[in-house]
């Protein structure tokens, strides 16, 4: 079984910043990629920034330029620096281990991140 712990979620002010992390334990066979998403209330899940191992990323449109997503390969962790935050950045942050496949992906619990003044 595979564990994904986050933190760094909470209020910030608009044009603020946080930092999330997502530390991942247990059986992990191999990484393909890591990942953050985000739900906002009445909204699907959407993809915010993908890194696979090899470093090569991926973000969406309405967060280029403000957020920035890294990894510790090592420490099988992900981070993700969100800065200048927007009222409708405002969701479940949720991240995501992706494995080859063939085999299993997990979520974490989701984090809250409320941008509001």
């Known amino acids: 079984q595979v564990q994904l712990v986050e933190s760094g979620g909470g209020l910030v002010q608009p044009g603020g910043s946080l930092r999330l992390s997502c530390a991942a334990s247990?059986?992990?066979?191999?990484?393909?990629?890591m990942g953050w998403y985000r739900q906002a209330p009445g909204k699907q899940r959407e993809l915010v920034a993908a890194?696979?191992?090899?470093?090569?990323?991926n973000y969406a449109d309405s967060v280029k330029g403000r957020f920035t997503i890294s990894r510790d390969n090592a420490k099988n962790t992900v981070y993700l620096q969100m800065n200048s935050l927007k009222p409708e950045d405002t969701a479940v942050y949720y991240c995501?281990?992706?494995?080859?496949?063939?085999?299993?992906?997990?979520w974490g619990q989701g984090t809250q991140v409320t941008v509001s003044s």
């Open positions: 890194i696979t191992r090899g470093g090569d990323r």
């Open positions: 247990g059986s992990i066979f191999s990484i393909k990629a």
């Open positions: 995501k281990l992706s494995q080859p496949p063939g085999l299993k992906d997990y």
